[in-house]
Structure formats: structure tokens, C-alpha cells
């Protein structure tokens, strides 16, 4: 049966590029005064409502967006989640 | 005037540099432009085309992502694809590098503040359809005006573009020389401009066309036209053969020589 799920991609930075917003946030991090935080890596969470068959029909079809448009492959690693209930 | 050449000016909502190429070419060259809109799907039989400076669609996900998809995009690709001379200044740039015309991406500046002002800029290569009216070596003043601007790649792609001779515009200071200080952005190996492997394609975040004309105070950026110009009459001499990168067979007009 068709029904609408909602997904969450996070997408983050890939490892190797540099990101220079969580390097700006871990030494704001160090000026408050949080010792030990060794990495900040800032990305974006898109969350989506998506009528599909089933969760892995949904997982399946978000995949796709995030490969042609959400993420760049490029510099960027996505995670997607498709949340129950 | 002379119709040598037509230019397409492509505007996305939220171009903002479409005006300066207009004249560049109109008055800096006595050619003729032309705009083409984001939902068009007719590049009106123009001999370059030119996505221009802005902010398409807000910069909204990644600068040049939506923009990417746009109705006209789809014939600029099977221009550019089929050898047609496409060139990508600033946000151009980084629709170009979402189209994957061009290898890498644009992210933000390293030190995540937007950049507006004159750089020192090195023609790397002057043998290519975009800069044949330089010299290699030539040092140039043009703005830039960016917070995207870092090219990043991988290092197996950056040591492809240095082998290809594609990387034709570097950050470099008023000795000419291509240092930390000199990169307004952290671009990998100071990286301003590179074009395609087959050398119609050209993708750069300074802006020439804001150095094209003499009320600008500057025009180092004017023979980036000028080379196009040339480039369109010598492949018209001989259609069948498709714009490349080979040594030029003329020049056209002054060479941009010492920046000011």
C-alpha cells in the first residue's frame, strides 16, 4: 500500500574536504571553554515526505534525489533514514 | 560594427553579472549578445555561451544546484558536449562543476568570509579558445566576488588538469608568483580557472567582464572576448573542425598586458 514516509538524508561534508564552518565552530567550541572536542563537521538535514510503496521503495527513490541534486558526490557524504511510524 | 559573433547571455533567476557581459561584448568588442532565459529551451543559434555571475536561485542547497537543472541547461549541455564554446564566470563557475561539464566543486572560502576585490591573476595557458589574445604569463587584475569560491578536487583530477595544461588562470601575487597570500579563497594549488579536456568548456571565479571596459578604470579581463571572437572566426574559416585548444593562427587587439 502506498503511503507517505518520512526520510531524513544528513549530509556532511566527505572526509577529506575541508570544512571550514565546523573548524570555525570547534575553536569557538575551545574559546567557551569545552576542552577535547578534537572534530566538528557541520552539515545539513533535509527531511522529506515521500509517498511510496513501502520503506525501502522510499529509501530507494530518495537515493536517487540525493545522487542527482541533494548531495554532491563530489564533497559531500549523505546518510538517508527513513523514519517508522 | 561588425557580426562576427553572437553571444547568449543565459539569466537564471538571481544572475546579477548578465548586464557587465552584455557590454563587455557589446561595447568592449562591437559584437552582439543576446539573453537567454532559464526556461528557454532555444539558444538562438549563438556562437558562445555565456553563464554569468549572481546567485542563481539563492544559492539555495549548494550555489549553482538548481540552477543546474534549469529548462536551457539542458541545451547548453548538448552545446557544450557537442564542442560549443561555453564559458562560466563566478556562479557559472560552480553551475558548470554541478552540470559536470567541469571536474571538482566550488565550496566556501576557507575563511568563510565573502571576498570583493581585485586579485592578481596568472594566464596559465594561452593556447586555448578563451585566452589566445594573452600571453602565457601574463599578469592580470580582475575582480573577484565570492564567499563559494575554493575549488576543491581530487588529487589525482588537480595532477590531470596540471598535466593537461587545463588550469588557465592562477591566484598569484604582484611578482607574479603563486603564493598562500595570494589566494583569495584556499583554492587547491591557487586555482582560479580551468576548462574541459576537450577545451571549449572554461570555468573561472574571477570576473573578466568587470575589467572589459575603459570607464571601468581596468580591461585586463577584455581579451577573454577578444580570444572567443577570434576563436569563432577562425572555426567558422573551417567549420568542420571543432573549437580546440591548439597554438592560435592570429591574434586579435592589445594584449592585456601589465595590471595597473
Known amino acids: 500500500m502506498s503511503r507517505v514516509w518520512s526520510v531524513d538524508v544528513r549530509v556532511t561534508p566527505r572526509e577529506g574536504i575541508l570544512d571550514p564552518a565546523g573548524e570555525t565552530i570547534r575553536r569557538a567550541l575551545g574559546n567557551l571553554g569545552y576542552e577535547g572536542v578534537h572534530s566538528v563537521r557541520a552539515g545539513r538535514l533535509i527531511r522529506l515526505e515521500v509517498e511510496a510503496d513501502g520503506p525501502e521503495a522510499a529509501r530507494a527513490s530518495t537515493e536517487k534525489m540525493c545522487e542527482q541534486l541533494i548531495a554532491n558526490p563530489i564533497i559531500e557524504d549523505y546518510v538517508v533514514r527513513v523514519r517508522e511510524g | ?260
Open chain 2, 1 to 260: 560594427m561588425t557580426a562576427g559573433m553572437k553571444v547568449g547571455i543565459v539569466r537564471f533567476p538571481g544572475s546579477n553579472c548578465d548586464a557587465d557581459v552584455y557590454r563587455a561584448v557589446t561595447e568592449g568588442l562591437g559584437e552582439s549578445a543576446t539573453y537567454l532565459w532559464h526556461k528557454s529551451t532555444d539558444l538562438e543559434g549563438v556562437d558562445v555561451v555565456v553563464l554569468p555571475g549572481g546567485f542563481s536561485y539563492g544559492d539555495y542547497l549548494r550555489a549553482g544546484a538548481i540552477a543546474r537543472f534549469s529548462p536551457i541547461m539542458g541545451e547548453v549541455i548538448d552545446f557544450a558536449r557537442a564542442g560549443g564554446l561555453t564559458l562560466g564566470i563566478c556562479n557559472g563557475f560552480q553551475v558548470l562543476c554541478e552540470a559536470h561539464l567541469l571536474p571538482g566543486a566550488l565550496v566556501r572560502n576557507r575563511h568563510l568570509r565573502f571576498r570583493c576585490h581585485d586579485v592578481g591573476l596568472r594566464v596559465e595557458n594561452a593556447a586555448t579558445p578563451f585566452t589566445t589574445a594573452y600571453s602565457e604569463g601574463d599578469l592580470l587584475h580582475i575582480p573577484i566576488a565570492h564567499g563559494e569560491g575554493q575549488f576543491v578536487a581530487e588529487a589525482a583530477t588537480l595532477d590531470e588538469l596540471e598535466a593537461e595544461d587545463r588550469v588557465i588562470f592562477r591566484y598569484v601575487d604582484r611578482r607574479g608568483e603563486a603564493t598562500d597570500a595570494a589566494n583569495p579563497n584556499g583554492s587547491a594549488r591557487n586555482i582560479a580557472g580551468i576548462m574541459n579536456h576537450e577545451g571549449n568548456i572554461l570555468g573561472l571565479m574571477p570576473h573578466p567582464e568587470r575589467h572589459s571596459l575603459a570607464v571601468l578604470g581596468n580591461t585586463d579581463g577584455l581579451a577573454v572576448f577578444q580570444s572567443l571572437l577570434a576563436s569563432v572566426l577562425r572555426a567558422r574559416g573551417c567549420r568542420s573542425d571543432p573549437p580546440r585548444a591548439e597554438a592560435p593562427e592570429f591574434a586579435v587587439g592589445a594584449v592585456a598586458g601589465a595590471s595597473s
